[in-house]
């Protein structure tokens, strides 16, 4: 079940309809799953923000580095020219090359694109190798352009699905979750939507409720170096406001927030991420950007549909059985449960 | 009374000695506050980072911005440099330029000093102006040097003092507020100090319980712009851990993952600013500095103590009356109910 | 002379009418210049981006530091929020707090402006202690607000006035200059000014020609370190194209390739920043933003202005006598040659 | 033949004993070159810091980004930690996704990191397409590989020639080119070299000289925005100096003085990036890091190298016949006409 039909609702805004980053018009979310033998547990996950030629019709757009330990591709021309011309795929670290190598190639092969010799692909990753045998680099171009192809308008499909297929977050089953707010009308009238992929460490807080403590899983339980709440976290952001750049980076660095918000402990070998485009100019080409002085509230979506996204890529994700190249072993990582998570957070 | 002493204990870590700033060793916090009439509520606090000759004996230090809207001096040389060569001191908007007087003149004056012809004074700001008539610039570069020169190794004075005493937090009375960590010596054995000057707006949570919804005062309550979120913080850091001012600027965006778990909207209006630095040229000059792998725990001390910061800034302060600028009024604004809070976290 | 009447035209683009940052509509340039005795030889000048309330009209702004051993005051607002709410003033490095002083309280005089509580004064400096006693600090906020109070549409005096009264650049007199291009209408037919003040040192070149080889005086001449070229430049670019705060930040990064042009050696010790801002919310409001695609000879109009400008300011300095602060003695910097340049870089 | 031999000798410091990057000890280059039938012109260049385990040995790092039209991949890790841990490669723009492939592949295969589950490879990249049928991505991981381990300490092979077989710069052949400078005994001692990949345009100055002004080919010369000065540059700078990732990151800001030197444009469509590191730990790992007050000399250093490096990628290429993918026909681009240089710079 997804958090808030267990009574968790972080924040004060309300969701969009269907409470995920489709409810931002025109957004698209594909996955690709692959699960092989006892040691293969990946996949990808694209999400495209609109379904014109987007080489030709690029998104104003903007990245945050909330920690750098990750491959983020695309990330300097995003920050000179505020744009984003392709898909933005998520998957494994060691399948970076191979999601840019699908998305070059599938903006090459668009209608319009002919005479295309440039393409600033975007990719994020995390770091799946605790359930997947990321070493073996079986994900192809070819499956990571599924993703792509089969993105649809939504609801998207989460927990351990897609680029979430062998994510970890706080020691349980992470993987992928979405969220959204809409303002009201006099607070704007825009969508927030947040999509993120799961994997890092610390220690579990739900709407504020400690979860990992009471449930005695955390970074630093022990005080030794050992236990490690290393990895990572993408997180995407789409929004209809009418926002510059400079505007959306603001927004993206909000997503942190929501990020600290669940107990995240930002490590040094995490790779914390956000991308944030805005759909403006396919849903409302001739409106003014949005000034300063109105952007609190947005920064407010955001925060909350980020925590909101990160609940729901733990409780969405069922228990997965797969392979620790760490230790060279089978490892399961169980699901949050959540019956105790309940309980803890007095939900009803 | 301190946060901890109503059973409020951010995160897993324990504190150090006096739980504040001042537990990094030769760390030294001076405050001057200015109560004048009805109106005048302000004042300046100084963070020196040790007793010696700061120009001659320069600390590794780093600055990050949460959210720009705010007059931090000297942040392009911190940067540059990776050093802070002067005190450090917090005062009101409209009061940076006499702060940096005072900085300026008590640098020139310092023996050893009578050729230094360049001074990087560093001074932040959060804006007074919903307590203190803070157009009227009654603040003195004589007075702000009261700050530096009173400045003692602690314990530290908290609420509505120095730099705190006309700031509003989450609607109640805010100001400053100090707290530490002390890694255990299997971790590296240093200490994290912090101290913050409160003056933002949100939807306060103490440790994860929303005493903001529950006492019905925070932001975007009636969903109406009006209900402004605007203000900000300046947090300091000091560490004896032996880090480079790469790793000086990583520690100080951890502490935007503390600000963040208090609840903070982040707004527009708001300045978040981080300034860290490590005294460890004084303490062990020879020390190795602190590889990257290393990092995490000093990263996860430094969202607890600013967390805690916080919630001292908001317990140790007392009701204040003074004057709005914006409605050219009188102003009462209470002190945060301890026996609600009490109630609500259920702390014992 | 100017360089341009000693047939010294670097680039290919043609100049404004008058050559100088005033050829952008609107843009006021005042100077307050302060010799008193055998060693006081300082100023201070504005730059202000249009006549209206400034506060109430804030320019899209940008900030580029190419290197940030320095104290520009105001950077991390204008990054945030993309906009400059005061005029821009210039000074000697000690009196930076003085000048803040001056852009405050001239802010909170002006009519419509009797509720403003926070003003992000934006002050650059460079430091003239080769020739100015500035340890005394004698420049008052009145003294600077003549600069602000007296700024006129131009032609800008160039030269030994106002902040550039005490500057040396190539071991040269420098000081203040100014110039300008205007684009071809097929290219937008904007306008680019730019404003200088020299004080850095490194091997001159005189668009292209090897002065300071030639006259044998240059950085690491004798290659011992004792040969310093240190010093610092402010750039302030100002332009009617319609360009978004992230543009106006790309544009001020070219304004570099121009100081490096002369030969700058960017040293250390330098601070070497860039202030653009452009007016066409008060000329043009309703032009749509320039796009990335058409930045280019913007780009260009920069380099090269940013260039003559720095020749500007050297050719229109006389030679002074003043007091050198680091050898506590009198002491002389000369004009450059003007005839010998003229015979080394063969003009016309 | 190369820059020097014709007597261009940009600066005042004295170069390395090969002139090029392979002068820092350890550092070494290979090069993979590839041309097909009438369209093919392309190839890619490995850059090595060391010739340890790379991954288990990395090299403090940094980047800086001049313009950011283009795909360098690690550039967020190396910012966050400071190091590079892969060989650096350049090539075409649309075979960054086949040289990261090569990178990975190569470093999972290396002895000792059996267990290495996360890979930042780093690639530059410049778009060859005006002589090279790039859309084609006939470059293969298996062809860069070739690039990594035929890498060899020099001297480093110039112009038509891996990454820059296919180049173009200021409307000539570009393509590979490196330079050193080693520094005297009482400035350090140590020794930096660089290596371009050119490929831009502007106004081509040689040493001052203003060739492109008078061989008539150069940007906005009909003043028509159709004459592009589009493409980019990639340089890389090794050095033995034992600095930190901040202060290289300061040096490799100087390098876009020295590429400012040859008159480029730094138009809109410029990639222009610098990566910056040093070999200090594996050649004197017990050095201590180079003060701030230290570093003037190695900026210049920087700046004239990188001057060089570009005169010798375009006196080093020849002529070459290639196919132009925007007009979608055969093109020729011819080598710099080196005696006109000569006439025009007046070397003897």
């Known amino acids: 079940v997804r958090a808030r039909e267990l009574g ?14 489709t409810d931002v018009a025109g957004v698209r979310v594909g996955h690709v799953t ?3 033998g006892n040691d293969i547990r990946t996949g990808a996950t694209a999400i495209l923000p609109h379904d014109g030629n987007l080489y030709q019709s690029p998104v104003p757009a903007a990245v945050f580095v909330g920690n750098g330990y990750g491959k983020l591709a695309g990330i300097s021309q995003i920050a000179e020219l505020g744009e984003i011309e392709t898909p933005i795929v998520l998957t494994n670290t060691l399948s970076v090359d191979r999601a840019m190598s699908a998305i070059i190639d599938w903006t090459l092969d668009q209608p319009g694109n002919e005479r295309v010799r440039s393409v600033n692909a975007v ?41 979430g297929t062998g994510t970890i977050a706080f020691g349980w089953k992470g993987g992928i979750g979405s969220s959204s707010r809409h303002l009201p009308e006099n607070l704007g009238g825009h969508t927030i939507g947040v999509l993120v992929q799961s994997n890092f460490g610390g220690i579990l807080q739900v709407d504020g409720a400690p979860v ?60 914390d991420y956000v991308v944030a485009f805005s759909t403006y100019r396919q849903t409302d080409p ?7 002085d109105n952007m609190s509230p947005l920064f407010q979506a955001t ?7 990160i609940y729901n890529s733990l409780f969405m994700a069922e228990t997965v059985d797969g392979f620790d190249v760490s230790t060279q072993s089978p490892r399961r990582v169980e699901a949050l449960p959540l ?5 803890i957070t007095g939900a009803n």
């Open 339 to 343: 019956d105790k998570v309940k309980e």
């Open 286 to 292: 001739a409106a003014a950007q949005t000034e300063n």
């Open 34 to 36: 692959l699960i092989e």
């Open 8 to 21: 968790i609702a972080p924040g004060v805004l309300p969701t969009g309809e269907k409470n995920d980053i």
């Open 303 to 309: 925060i909350e549909a980020t925590e909101e996204a």
């Open 123 to 163: 990719v994020g990753e995390t770091n799946d190798s605790g359930l997947n045998n990321i070493r073996k680099r079986v994900l192809t171009p070819d499956m990571i352009r599924e993703a792509i192809t089969s993105a649809s308008t939504g609801p998207v499909q989460e927990g351990a699905v897609g680029a």
């Open 212 to 271: 990992g403590e009471r449930l005695g899983q955390y970074y630093l339980k022990d005080e030794v170096a050992s236990d490690k709440a290393d990895g990572s976290i993408m997180i995407v952001i789409a929004t209809d406001a009418p926002l510059s750049s400079r505007n959306l980076e603001r927004l993206s660095k909000r997503a942190i927030a929501g990020l600290a918000r669940t107990g995240a402990s930002m490590t040094n070998g995490s790779g």
